[in-house]
Nanobody, 121 residues
């Protein structure tokens, strides 16, 4: 009942920048939080950044000072501006939302298909 359209991934060199975009749609009653997680094979999916509808922002320590998350609540959209990318930033980035859908009593987490980010020389 929640779908995501993600874009902005690609292959870049260290020090380059990328901007990820995501828009959520579906039978959504409300969204508490939107953000981004990333995952590499053999490792757990880890949070990167999140923003509440009220504007509270959190970042993983590894990306502080380099990544900036923003949102457009009217469009159920979230963005991640990534600068000074490093090889360790490589992974599949998943748009995520904690949302309540029509007919549900409680919110739950939803995930997009993911967009690949590769940082290498």
């Amino acid at each position: 009942q929640v779908q995501f359209v993600e874009s902005g991934g690609g292959s870049v060199q260290p020090g380059d920048s990328l901007r990820l975009s995501c828009a959520a749609s579906g039978s959504i009653t409300s969204i508490n939080v939107m953000g981004w997680h990333r995952q590499v094979p053999g490792k757990d999916r880890e949070p990167v950044a999140s923003v509440t509808t009220g504007g509270e922002i959190k970042y993983a320590d590894s990306v502080k000072g380099r990544f900036t998350i923003s949102r457009d609540n009217a469009k159920n959209a979230v963005f991640l501006q990534m600068t000074n990318l490093k090889p360790e930033d490589t992974g599949v980035y998943y748009c995520s939302a904690i949302a309540t859908v029509v007919g549900a009593a409680f919110p739950r987490a939803y995930w997009g298909q993911g967009t690949q980010v590769t940082v290498s020389s």
